[in-house]
């Protein structure tokens, strides 16, 4: 297991940032590794993102100095959606059936955390959000057909777009673990936008779905001063409470979007207008 630990910045430093530092602080360059996990440990709110794709061999999550604990999850929950081929994810001896898109909340206290891949050609790609928790739920198998979907935007507006629903008080049940995949449509390039920030939430984004020639521009930083990042396929960036979170593309990509904080509603968030963006 490796762990890249990035530390919390404040948005009068951030504006200050050239292209290098902003994509040293905030952006995932390289989300899956063979046969590896793969973690990007950041310092707002103490998030965990990251992939696991095993190909030869199972790989295991464990505890770790960085997080002080025995077992990864002795103090934590976690969420996770494959987007790679079929594999299966044993936890404390039960074996779960993960297809493509199939998702799945694991709660605090669960030991032992074995991910494996059904072929090493097609081999599974497990995104993983972790965040702290206080208390135990239930261990949930969450099909795509099992998520909550949420149509939103136009073909005029370049955002028709489905938003899946994964981990919400909608489906299970989580400590601040919210978890979920958006869908742009052919011919749709923008997301969240007009955009928001939600001061008592940072999120994750994780783009994929992606050609190698495409990109996405990311927009973050403060709505009256924001600042881009160039984002490739299987590449995340991390949203800290105080910044937008909105892109566009070079073409129609999906993402997985993944927050914690303060608390779990999703509709909790501070819309910026148009014509205050600068």
């Not at 793969?38 to 790989?59: C, F, N, Q, W």
């Not at 001896?93 to 991910?115: H, I, P």
Request: hydrophobic share 35%.
């Amino acid at each position: 297991m490796k762990l890249d630990v990035r530390y919390a910045n404040h948005p009068e430093d951030s504006k200050h940032y050239t292209t290098e530092e902003l994509r040293k602080h905030y952006l995932i360059e390289k989300m899956f590794e063979a046969d590896s996990a793969a973690l990007t440990y950041s310092h707002v709110d103490r998030i965990i993102a990251g992939g696991i794709m095993p190909v030869t061999k199972e790989v295991r999550l464990e505890g770790s100095k960085e997080l002080g604990s025995e077992y990864f999850l002795e103090r934590r929950e976690l969420g996770v959606i494959n987007i790679g081929g079929p594999g299966k994810i044993t936890i404390d001896g039960v074996t779960y059936e993960m297809k493509s898109k199939d998702g799945l909340y694991v709660g605090m206290g669960s030991k032992e955390l074995v991910f494996e891949s059904d072929d090493a050609n097609n081999p599974a790609k497990f995104y993983v959000n972790s965040a702290p928790a206080h208390m135990t739920y239930p261990i949930v198998k969450i099909d795509i057909e099992k998520a909550n979907p949420v149509k939103l935007g136009s073909l005029e507006n370049s955002n028709e777009r489905t938003i899946f629903q994964y981990i919400h008080p909608a489906v299970c049940k989580s400590c601040q673990l919210l978890m979920g995949m958006t869908v742009l449509e052919p011919n749709n390039m923008w997301n969240t936008m007009p955009c928001h920030t939600h001061e008592r939430r940072m999120e994750v984004y994780f783009y994929f779905n992606m050609q190698p020639e495409t990109r996405v521009f990311h927009l973050m930083g403060e709505a009256k001063e924001t600042r881009h990042i160039v984002v490739a396929n299987e590449q995340g960036v991390i949203s800290p409470s105080w910044s937008i979170h909105s892109g566009v593309g070079t073409k129609n990509y999906t993402f997985i979007w993944g927050m914690v904080g303060e608390n779990q509603t999703f509709t909790d968030m501070d819309h910026i207008a148009m014509e205050d963006l600068k």
